[in-house]
């Protein structure tokens, strides 16, 4: 990593004038967050714009988008704001945290508050469960519900357990995960909320009522009063949803070089177990459907130098490659954003194959 770099990564930005979604590629550093293009499976100079961290103010979770569940915005002294998309709820605190001790950096008390974690939380005494949940049932600012699966069964009117925790920070009601969690906890043992599915079932088994719910993107929660299942019959079930049923390993933004006019592109890869298989998705498109994916059974994945572009590589690529040959014998070209994040998807994937 370049001195004085505190992050960097792919990020998905809102353009400004036609408010279309791009990947680029993001360096935080001290003063500034900076964003390039990517042309041929490398970044282009100059960058394509840098937001000036002096002064901005962080919005994380962000709620703008329904159907962009992982932004951060960040507005400016002079107003002007910038949506980014992370990969998933991980990746989003983890830069968010970061930007956040850029923009507080001459601030050492702050920038110390950041990192403890020890909150005490206590229910303000103006505000009681009743009026969270109620809240939360409200059709236009409530928390939304929608079927989710897991391990084959559809579970109808359920929310992700990271997706209530993003709404009761953005509504005040907690102010860090941690709350939260201990609040979402709070809602669940007085039998506002109900765990469903193996994830959310198993932890409550937990004695500590803070770990007993899941800020966790794959454990589903439901409203108490409309818990409803559905188990669907092994002989409706699709090629593509057993592909989708399995546990979401790994996930994140990577470069992909395409089959047919080999350019590149960033592409979200979930890497999923029980069955095995590696899907990547479009993060520039609000449809939260797969365009393209493989069974890991059978494959096989290795890195590839830097030494000299190998054959079968189209671009001026930046390093950190690696390649997956399927069963089938079809050959998948990928970019990682670091040389560590390349072993840790290649350790990943040769797990399941």
């Known amino acids: 990593m370049e001195d004085g770099v505190l992050k960097e990564g792919f990020l998905v930005k809102r353009g400004h004038i036609v408010h279309n979604w791009k990947a680029r590629w993001f360096i ?23 937001i000036l961290l002096d002064g901005c103010t962080i919005t994380c979770p962000c709620l703008d988008y329904e159907n962009r569940p992982l932004l951060i915005k960040l507005k400016t002294q002079t107003s002007t704001e910038y949506f980014l998309e992370a ?35 206590k229910l303000p005494p103006h505000i009681s469960l009743h009026q969270i949940v109620d809240k939360m049932h409200n059709s236009s600012s409530g928390i939304r519900s929608s079927p989710n699966m897991e391990q084959g069964s559809t579970y109808k009117k359920t929310f992700l357990g990271s997706s209530l925790v993003d709404w009761l920070i953005s509504n005040s009601f907690a102010a860090s995960r941690l709350e939260g969690v201990t609040l979402a906890s709070m809602l669940m043992e007085e039998n506002f909320l109900s765990p469903v599915g193996a ?19 794959t454990a589903l929660y439901t409203f108490a009063e409309s818990y409803k299942k559905k188990i669907s019959p092994k002989e409706e079930i699709s090629l593509s949803t057993v592909e989708l049923s399995g546990t979401v390993v790994k996930q994140g933004y990577l470069a992909k070089q395409g089959h047919k006019r080999k350019n590149w592109k960033v592409r979200r890869f979930v890497l999923r177990k029980d069955p095995a298989f590696l899907h ?19 494959s096989l994945v290795s890195a590839l130098e830097d ?7 189209k671009g001026n690529v930046q390093g ?24 840790e998807w290649i350790e990943a994937i040769k797990k399941l194959t």
């Open 199 to 217: 994830r959310s079932m198993g932890a409550i088994r937990s004695g500590d009522l803070a770990e007993q719910f899941l800020d966790d993107s």
């Open 320 to 343: 950190n490659l690696f390649k997956v040959i399927t069963k089938d014998d079809k050959h998948y070209y990928i970019q990682a954003s670091s040389k560590v994040e390349r072993v």
């Open 307 to 313: 030494n000299g572009v190998p054959t079968g590589v």
């Open 87 to 121: 990969s998933s709820r991980e990746e989003r605190d983890a830069w968010a945290f970061e930007i956040t001790g850029a923009i507080h950096a001459g601030q050492p008390g702050k920038v110390q508050q950041l990192h403890s974690l020890r909150n005490s939380f």
């Open 280 to 298: 990547y998705y479009d993060p520039t498109k609000e449809e939260n459907r797969p365009v393209g994916g493989f069974s890991l059974r059978g």
């Open 28 to 50: 935080l550093r001290q003063n500034t967050l900076v964003y390039y293009k990517l042309e041929g499976g490398r970044r282009v100079n100059p960058p394509k714009g840098r």
